[in-house]
């Protein structure tokens, strides 16, 4: 008889109907916090990886192609980025890309789980490098609270959100949106994580639809994120009296490895299909 | 005690360590040829899925995707192209994309495996709608014996080849990419698919560099495909004596749903990570 191995995997139900599987050897975080579970393990594939509610949000391997999206597509639209204001990304990442910007004074992250900052401190160093930053505020509470009270206080707002289940649901809502727009000063820009358009196309459409009732200009852009449902992953831009963000204004950051001013326009570039989502005739023809 | 439900799934090893699940209701073939095992099966995710040696290949939802950015850019970079040969492909995907080109007069589909040809017939009438299409000639027969004795005879060699594992696997290596450089004429490309930079840089830096060895020019452009490892696929084309493939100069097919002339563009806008696996600067900065 062979040696048997163990077989230790972690999967994701991406939809009810489709999951990602991981081979894990290690275990690292398991367990429940106030707001969601925390799983932290390392996979043979994908290094380290963090899920939440059993949702990958971090691998080592492809985190920054999401990160620098999220980060560098809104700050090189805006000439002098000083004031970023990051929801969610307890990780950190967005924020590690967000003070690569040489203009920028302060970031605030306001993630409504300290857990999730914690852990990543802790076991992912790389990701959560800049949250020593001199720059950086971080505010552990509900972001939807935070925002009420500042107005005309930021030059770019970053809605890194988990799925829009449970206590994240409101940031997919167009309430929450008038607050990040008032939150904008004149010539700022939002964006927000908009789902795959392959496996949440009403939640692309709903959460597109909602910015679109709010902002002066709403453009949806695009990348990969292999470990995200279907790998390809949609972004939505509010602008607050603010020019087309498809064009970069401010000087990009170097040590990229997925943004750069080429992806930057290319980004915007919608296939048909994902126009047809939109249900209008925003896209490129 | 509730009621039990069928839980029943088809699950690909994308990578030793990487898998993905579909759950199914129905499977329609489940059998071997003489050169690999074909499933058919209907899942609630994708709809209706082909799987070759349990790698998926074609599913209902996503193969758009994969097929039109095969068959336009080449296509479209030429100015005139008549003549095209198809290697593997045997779904029709590709051919279905190939014949809404006007000037295209003489199709050959060569895939080593019939039963893969009949099989998309019977269960894939929108994906093999052209393969009755009197300009398409199907050869069943092992495209590195059909391209040996083609001498500047394609405007466009399109390589729809199966992962480069057993009979597929001559079709990423130098000898082969020489006959199809000697069956295209002057002012003709080549291209084929070069897997994920995420899942296999090796694969796609080998092909780059046999290509490399053989043609005029190489470049590499790139596009979404959900149920293909990590969702972000590659393609190499190779140039005969022919201009800079990533400018459009032929009219493109009006009834696309991923590819556009924007699109074109925007998809030979590399990722610096992705020019890091070349290993040379032929990417964008």
């Known amino acids: 008889m062979e040696k048997r191995q163990t077989d230790l995997w972690f999967t994701e139900y991406q939809t009810p109907d489709m999951r990602l599987g991981l081979r894990i050897d290690t275990i690292l975080v398991n367990r429940q916090t106030p707001f969601q579970h925390i799983l932290v393990a390392d996979s043979l594939e994908n290094g380290r990886f963090m899920a939440l509610d059993g949702a990958i949000q971090v691998t080592d391997r492809d985190e920054f192609t999401y990160h620098e999206m999220m980060a560098h597509v809104i700050l090189c639209a805006h000439p002098e980025p000083r004031r970023v204001l990051v929801v969610g990304g307890g990780d950190g990442g967005v924020v590690r890309e967000v003070v690569k910007h040489p203009s920028v004074e302060k970031v605030f992250l306001v993630d409504i789980d300290r857990e999730v900052i914690d852990t ?20 552990p509470m509900d972001a939807i609270e935070f925002i009420r009270s500042r107005k005309e206080d930021f030059d770019a707002v970053i809605v890194d959100s988990t799925d829009p289940v449970d206590f ?10 008038r607050d990040v727009c008032a939150a904008l000063r004149p010539g700022g820009y939002a964006v927000g994580q908009t789902e795959s358009p392959f496996a949440e196309p009403e939640i692309l459409k709903s959460a597109h639809d909602a910015m679109s009732r709010v902002f002066d200009d709403v453009r949806l852009f695009w990348g990969v994120m292999p470990t995200y449902p279907t790998g390809m992953w949609t972004y939505c831009t509010g602008c607050k009296q603010a020019p087309d963000p498809s064009v970069p204004r401010s000087a990009v950051p170097v040590d990229t490895r997925y943004y750069t001013e080429a992806i930057h326009a290319a980004s ?3 296939p048909p299909f994902l126009t047809e989502i939109l249900g209008d005739d925003k896209g490129d023809d």
């Open 168 to 177: 994240a649901e409101g940031l997919f809502r167009e309430p929450f949106y």
């Open 120 to 139: 990543s401190r802790e076991f992912f160093p790389g990701v959560s490098v800049a949250l020593d930053d001199p720059r950086v505020e971080i505010k």
């Open 268 to 270: 915007f570039v919608l």
